[in-house]
């Protein structure tokens, strides 16, 4: 799912006679499932070809829609035995079902690499080359480790880079001028008659600025971090005993005008 693919999501819905309207976070989120999956595993996971691709693509979104929920056995710890939204156990589901689609595509893999097929080097060609010499073990990377290091980078880049792009898109149309600097810096930097490479980023100064606002406003991990303390610990007059469990308000920091002094393009 790429940009052409949601243009094209436009104009057979103009060509319908519809309103126009797109469920853009859904898009946003395939769009991201997309990408990652051609960068860790040279697949189009959407191809109309792919079994395991819409598979994978259900299973991971159930999961991480269980783990945004808010669960109140995190608020009263002796509650969660009793696990009473189910969401323990729905999680514990949906990961298996991920785990066991992800070890197909690394077996895959490997009988290909026994076969001698060409390799695609992507990060899952890397991760089977790789030998360490360090402390937890010698040589390849055990199987199960490639595994669950596949799916990290997969739940790691979903929903934050979808949900990233839709934030900044909602605060960009909020804000027609500051809209229109990212256009004009984006025409003179990239053109019309080419797409946007890795190289220009750094070229490209006011969409960098525009990208930490919305993460300053809009912080891709959960409002509330949850921390437990591993020792007695004294901060800013206030005694927090060892194994307290402290949540953090990410947003009010990003909101903090006392933090810095800086021209904030969105707000």
Not at 39 to 64: C, T, V, W, Y
Request: glycine share 6%; aromatic share 10%.
């Amino acid at each position: 799912m790429s940009q052409r693919n949601i243009e094209d999501h436009v104009e057979a819905a103009k060509a319908r006679g519809e309103s126009g309207k797109l469920n853009l976070p859904h898009y946003l989120f395939r769009m991201s499932f997309n990408l990652v999956g051609n960068r860790m595993l040279s697949r189009d996971l959407f191809d109309s070809q792919s079994r395991e691709g819409p598979e994978f693509f259900q299973a991971m979104d159930k999961f991480i829609r269980w783990g945004g929920k808010p669960n109140i056995a995190d608020f009263l710890p002796f509650l969660k035995w009793l696990d009473p939204q189910g969401l323990k156990r729905n999680m514990l589901r949906d990961m298996g079902r991920t785990i066991e689609i992800v070890a197909r595509f690394v077996n895959e893999r490997i009988e290909e690499h026994k076969l001698g097929k060409e390799k695609a080097m992507d990060f899952l060609d890397v991760l089977l080359e790789f030998e360490d010499d360090g402390k937890e073990w010698h040589g390849k990377i055990p199987h199960e480790k490639i595994i669950i290091i596949i799916m990290e980078m997969f739940f790691g880049g979903l929903e934050t880079t979808s949900t990233t792009i839709e934030w900044a898109m909602a605060e960009l149309l909020r804000k027609p001028e500051t809209m229109k600097k990212v256009k004009e810096e984006l025409n003179i930097v990239i053109g019309q008659n080419r797409k946007v490479e890795e190289s220009d980023i750094d070229n490209l100064p006011y969409l960098q600025a525009v990208l930490k606002e919305t993460f300053r406003l809009h912080p891709a991990v959960p409002l509330l971090l949850s921390r437990n303390t591993i020792q007695d610990t004294n901060f800013m007059g206030y005694h927090i005993p060892k194994n307290t469990q402290v949540f953090v308000n990410a947003w009010a920091i990003g909101r903090d005008p006392d933090i810095g002094k800086i021209p904030w393009l969105l707000s």
